[in-house]
């Protein structure tokens, strides 16, 4: 058993400048390449994942936030990692593709939080794993790109697919521009579907694309953005885009701000460290906290930091558990909920079932 993971005090009520940070109880089971979802009552379920030891995970479990502790959920029916998990209208929660034992799905569950049940949806037709899914206009889920998991190389999909809830099924949409999984998709303004980084066919990938859904169109942003996979994208509360980091092997801690109305990426300041597998995430000021992930040397971070986007500047924002690849959820009530991951003791990586929340300044 891996020791304990080291907090930054012994209560781990770590203050800083802009907010602290909490221990929140631990999951029933460590797991990474999970997922993590806000449910309308403000819970958050996480499902699947990978664990060391047990493999491919079906299990899920719902953290209340209110009580600050986890419950066991009804299990999927195919234990996976790699999915993506899109809340739906009307509450359930649409979990579709991933990895698993041999190799990528293309199977979908939905999940029922008052019933606490699965039940089997129609499945995509191409199984993809590290794709990405948003929820569109009409509460369709738009889902594109990703990797086959079969082949060698492993193919870079370009395929997109778009789910509608109330018949079932799902339908072909125009293919992305270029194939790409580790990417990431945001929803501007306008339902448009901002698609940027990833590795694609020549690994990495020097355009953004956004999608039109009510054209059924994808047009190439204007100029280079080179952002690699593992990296992270926000929107901001003036609709903008921040993207940070990334990295395959190594790491960056390059940050570029999409802005929609001009279609291209500007250049900000770099984050302090460089970070690839972490997360970023929007705080109820308008503030961004990033945290975890690995470092170029593949050193799993504590050191959180949160980048003011009025005045372009970055500010330390205490010390989290040392994690990467973890998920990140923003509250009902403001906190971000961090849990689950990647440690590294030595030479040995391990998985991890902590969480924390951190509340920023004059939050809840």
Excluded: K
Excluded at 247 to 253: E, H, R
Excluded at 304 to 314: I, K, N, Q, T
Excluded at 318 to 334: D, F, K, Q, Y
């Amino acid at each position: 058993m891996a020791p304990p993971i080291p907090w930054p005090d012994p209560t781990h009520a770590g203050g800083c400048g802009g907010g602290a940070w909490h221990a929140a109880d631990l999951m029933h089971q460590a797991r990474v390449g999970h997922t993590a979802t806000l449910l309308d009552d403000g819970r958050v379920l996480v499902a699947g994942g990978f664990d060391d030891t047990a493999g491919f995970l079906g299990s899920a479990e719902v953290y209340d936030p209110e009580s600050g502790t986890w419950s066991p959920a009804a299990g999927l029916a195919c234990g996976r990692t790699g999915h993506t998990a899109t809340l739906l209208d009307g509450g359930g929660v649409l979990v579709a593709g991933g990895a698993a034992d041999g190799g990528g799905v293309a199977t979908v569950e939905v999940y029922d939080p008052v019933a606490d049940r699965w039940s089997e949806s129609a499945p995509m037709s191409t199984p993809r794993a590290h794709h990405a899914t948003v929820r569109i206009a009409g509460g369709a889920v738009l889902c594109c790109g990703g990797s086959s998991l079969h082949g060698d190389p492993v193919a870079r999909l370009a395929s997109v697919e778009i789910y509608d809830p109330v018949l079932d099924s799902w339908s072909r949409a125009a293919s992305m521009l270029a194939g790409r999984h580790l990417h990431s998709a945001t929803v501007l303004e306008g339902d448009a579907v901002l698609v940027a980084g990833g590795r694609g066919e020549e690994d990495l990938l020097e355009a953004a694309e956004v999608y039109a859904p009510s054209r059924d169109a994808w047009t190439r942003t204007l100029g280079p953005n080179t952002a690699p996979g593992r990296h992270s994208a926000t929107r901001l509360l003036d609709g903008s885009v921040l993207i940070t980091g990334g990295g395959s092997s190594g790491a960056i801690a390059g940050v570029r701000r999409y802005w929609p109305g001009r279609r291209t990426f500007v250049a900000e300041d770099p984050m302090p460290a460089r970070r690839r597998a972490h997360t970023a995430s929007l705080c109820p000021d308008g503030r961004v906290l990033v945290a975890g992930g690995w470092n170029a040397a593949g050193r799993a971070l504590g050191a959180a930091e949160l980048y003011d986007p009025c005045r372009g500047a970055w500010s330390p924002a205490g010390s989290s558990a040392v994690r990467a690849a973890h998920t990140a959820t923003r509250l009902a009530g403001g906190g971000i909920l961090l849990a689950g991951g990647l440690t590294r003791w030595g030479e040995r990586l391990s998985t991890l079932a902590s969480a924390e929340v951190f509340i920023a300044e004059g939050g809840a």
